[in-house]
């Protein structure tokens, strides 16, 4: 970019501003839910119609909050992973209008770097 300093003021072309489209409304949920498996993830659906997705281990966490979270300022997504004994987990959270392809990219992301654990020894 720049700036031609000889001529004071803002001016523009609709070519220059480069318009473009965005990925905006909510989507359908079900791009992001149906990433999960039943053989390694539960799912509970509660009496807000809110959507619960847990691995079997308990570790990973994405709930679905078509109304908006209760206690929060309309997040409509909350993704965690807890951490271990030595690494700190984390927690991502989108807002209800978040289109569904964006948080499914994040999900997929997540589970593409999960690895089954080694097993504990007999």
């Given at each position: 970019?720049?700036?031609d300093a000889a001529r004071p003021g803002f001016s523009t072309t ?109």
């Amino acid at each position: 970019m720049t700036v031609d300093a000889a001529r004071p003021g803002f001016s523009t072309t609709v070519a220059d501003l480069r318009l473009r489209t965005w990925l905006l409304g909510r989507g359908q949920p079900m791009d992001v839910i149906d990433l999960f498996t039943d053989a390694d993830f539960k799912v509970v659906v509660d009496d807000r119609a809110d959507v619960h997705i847990a691995s079997r281990d308990g570790r990973l966490y994405l709930g679905f909050f078509p109304g908006g979270r209760p206690g929060t300022d309309a997040e409509g997504w909350k993704l965690a992973v807890t951490g271990t004994a030595d690494v700190p987990g984390y927690c991502v959270s989108f807002h209800r209008e978040t289109p569904a392809a964006v948080v499914a990219a994040t999900v997929s992301s997540v589970l593409a770097t999960s690895t089954p654990a080694a097993p504990f020894p007999t």
